[in-house]
């Protein structure tokens, strides 16, 4: 069985470092858009597909589509964030509570997405 995708854009350079946005299964600007303005894309879709029932396997991919950059289980991915500690090297610690500045999808994508979520089961693209 296949995974969902998400497909990173980087948006702009902020002062945690690039913000990218996140499409859902397609490129922008055919993919249905996730998140905006993330640090951690992969980790933030998860927290958006988790909150919605949305489980299995995640894979995040460059705006190009070339080769998937990481993956993981979403409920796991969803549980993390990452820490500089303040200085170098960066670590996975557990995520405790919203992250200020990220914008989530609309409510209309998150249907639309639940929506082609249920598609992909059906026909085995993903499991279930």
């Not at 854009?9 to 993919?31: I, Q, S, V, W």
């Not at 409920?75 to 990220?102: I, N, Q, Y």
């Amino acid at each position: 069985m296949g995974a969902l995708r998400l497909y990173v854009k980087c948006r702009r350079a902020g002062a945690r470092g690039l913000l990218f946005d996140g499409y859902m299964n397609r490129p922008a600007p055919d993919g249905w858009r996730i998140i905006t303005g993330s640090t951690e894309p992969l980790l933030s879709a998860a927290r958006v597909l988790d909150s919605q029932g949305i489980g299995g396997r995640l894979e995040m991919w460059s705006d190009d589509g070339t080769v998937p950059r990481l993956s993981g289980d979403i409920g796991r991915l969803a549980k993390l964030t990452v820490s500089d500690g303040g200085h170098c090297p960066l670590s996975f610690r557990r995520w405790r509570g919203p992250v200020e500045g990220v914008e989530l999808s609309t409510p209309e994508a998150l249907e639309r997405i639940k929506f082609e979520v249920s598609s992909m089961v059906l026909t085995g693209e993903v499991a279930a």
